[in-house]
């Protein structure tokens, strides 16, 4: 096994430089002895968690690491984090390598959520819990999962959309269709967009399924469509990085902030560009508030506490409880009162190219 310690794939084992007052102090969840509270642990008593991330290909994953490492250094928790670059096979070993390391807990971010089952099978046999994190593990059946309603997601971008221009043609720009979360996403937009369809006044004009999520994908979808004479009124894009392809591809026809576009995970980029007009809206999924629920769960599930949520999930195989987290639709209207109040973005930051509302 070659790279596991190499530039990326380091092992955190102390705190982040972040506001761990805040984050002690932000009411994140009622579970079994949870509700309650925990002391901040001795020393002595520090868990090993063992952390996979899918890869740094998205801007929210360093925040996800960040806050989970930092929440759970103040829980009395070290953490060793691995990042699978998109890649199964990777991601197989270093599961199987901080199994070798003795963790208490694994926390998975799986980077394609059909080629798991058998780390997850593994980890149990040694009696290790796994909690999924942000994308369930099919026909794994995972102790716990943690994650946003992906449907909710779709229907908030499909919603705006139609609040917005009523009627006409939509492209969706989906993610990946092996990610359990991109098809819930896409059901929700559908779910929403169907009786409009039916109606006649609502056309689709591309629905994409991409096989990475990259940005020259994006474009090249966008720039080969409009190319061919085609212009969306909408484009309901899975993630903000695919919005930021798909606005390029417009700019280049002077089309950016004429055809809406609607976006997920609230990136920088994408809250400037939705203060600068040429994106619409995008979907908030606070991860401070997923990152630092996942810790404190993941310290529970380390100590062997009964953890009890209210919901759950099939994964093909199994029911998994299932810790949901609902997201927000993020407008230029909305920029304050949800990203900046959240302290996701400063306000300076996300208004850096254009004058803020009320001329502060």
Same mark, same amino acid.
């Given at each position: 096994m070659?790279?596991?310690?190499?530039?990326k794939?380091t092992?955190?084992?102390?705190?982040?430089?972040?506001?761990?007052?805040?984050?002690a102090g932000t009411?994140?969840?009622v579970?079994?002895?949870?509700?309650?509270?925990?002391?901040?642990?001795e020393?002595?008593?520090?868990?090993?968690?063992?952390?996979?991330?899918?890869s740094?290909?998205?801007?929210?994953?360093?925040?996800?690491?960040?806050?989970?490492?930092?929440?759970?250094?103040?829980?009395?928790?070290d953490?060793i984090?691995?990042?699978g670059?998109?890649?199964?096979?990777?991601?197989?070993?270093q599961?199987?390598?901080?199994l070798?390391?003795g963790?208490?807990?694994?926390?998975?971010?799986?980077?394609?959520?059909?080629?798991?089952a058998?780390?997850? $099978? !593994? *980890?149990?046999? &040694?009696?290790v819990?796994v909690?999924a994190?942000?994308?369930?593990i099919?026909? +794994? /059946? %995972? #102790?716990?999962y943690?994650?946003?309603?992906?449907e909710?997601?779709?229907e908030?971008?499909?919603?705006?959309?139609l609040?917005?221009i009523?009627?006409g043609?939509?492209?969706?720009?989906?993610?990946?269709?092996?990610d359990?979360d991109a098809?819930?996403?896409?059901?929700?937009?559908?779910?929403?967009?169907?009786?409009?369809?039916?109606?006649?006044?609502?056309?689709i004009?591309?629905?994409?399924?991409?096989?990475?999520?990259?940005?020259?994908?994006?474009?090249?979808?966008?720039d080969g469509f409009?190319g061919s004479?085609?212009?969306?009124d909408?484009?309901?894009a899975a993630?903000?990085m695919? $919005? !930021? *392809?798909?606005? &390029?591809?417009?700019?280049?026809r002077?089309l950016?902030?004429?055809?809406?576009? +609607? /976006? %997920? #995970?609230?990136?920088?980029?994408a809250c400037?560009r939705?203060?600068?007009?040429?994106?619409?809206?995008?979907?908030y999924?606070?991860?401070?508030?997923?990152?630092?629920?996942?810790?404190?769960?993941?310290v529970y599930?380390?100590?062997?506490?009964?953890?009890?949520?209210?919901?759950a999930?099939?994964d093909g195989?199994?029911?998994?409880?299932?810790?949901?987290?609902?997201p927000?639709?993020?407008?230029?209207?909305?920029?304050?009162?949800?990203?900046?109040?959240?302290?996701?973005?400063?306000?300076?930051?996300?208004?850096?190219?254009?004058l803020?509302?009320?001329?502060q």
């Amino acid at each position: 096994m070659t790279g596991l310690h190499g530039n990326k794939r380091t092992i955190w084992m102390a705190a982040i430089g972040l506001g761990l007052a805040a984050l002690a102090g932000t009411a994140w969840l009622v579970l079994g002895a949870a509700a309650r509270g925990h002391a901040r642990p001795e020393p002595t008593d520090r868990l090993l968690i063992g952390f996979s991330i899918d890869s740094f290909v998205e801007e929210r994953r360093a925040r996800d690491r960040d806050v989970f490492v930092a929440t759970a250094s103040y829980l009395g928790a070290d953490v060793i984090v691995q990042v699978g670059d998109e890649s199964p096979e990777l991601q197989h070993q270093q599961i199987a390598y901080l199994l070798d390391q003795g963790v208490d807990v694994l926390v998975i971010i799986p980077c394609d959520a059909n080629e798991l089952a058998l780390s997850v $099978a !593994e *980890a149990r046999r &040694r009696g290790v819990p796994v909690l999924a994190y942000d994308r369930p593990i099919m026909n +794994a /059946g %995972a #102790d716990l999962y943690i994650g946003f309603n992906a449907e909710r997601a779709g229907e908030l971008q499909a919603l705006a959309a139609l609040a917005r221009i009523g009627s006409g043609d939509v492209a969706l720009y989906n993610g990946r269709r092996i990610d359990p979360d991109a098809r819930a996403m896409h059901d929700g937009a559908m779910r929403v967009l169907e009786p409009r369809i039916a109606s006649g006044d609502i056309r689709i004009v591309a629905d994409y399924w991409p096989e990475e999520l990259r940005n020259e994908e994006a474009y090249s979808m966008m720039d080969g469509f409009l190319g061919s004479g085609g212009a969306p009124d909408a484009v309901l894009a899975a993630g903000d990085m695919a $919005a !930021e *392809a798909v606005i &390029r591809a417009l700019a280049v026809r002077r089309l950016a902030g004429i055809v809406l576009v +609607a /976006g %997920a #995970d609230a990136d920088l980029a994408a809250c400037q560009r939705i203060a600068e007009g040429t994106q619409y809206m995008t979907v908030y999924k606070p991860i401070d508030r997923i990152a630092g629920t996942a810790a404190e769960l993941a310290v529970y599930l380390a100590r062997g506490e009964r953890v009890t949520v209210h919901n759950a999930i099939w994964d093909g195989s199994f029911r998994v409880p299932f810790y949901e987290i609902e997201p927000t639709g993020v407008f230029a209207d909305n920029l304050r009162e949800t990203v900046v109040k959240d302290g996701f973005h400063l306000e300076e930051d996300v208004y850096r190219n254009v004058l803020a509302p009320g001329g502060q």
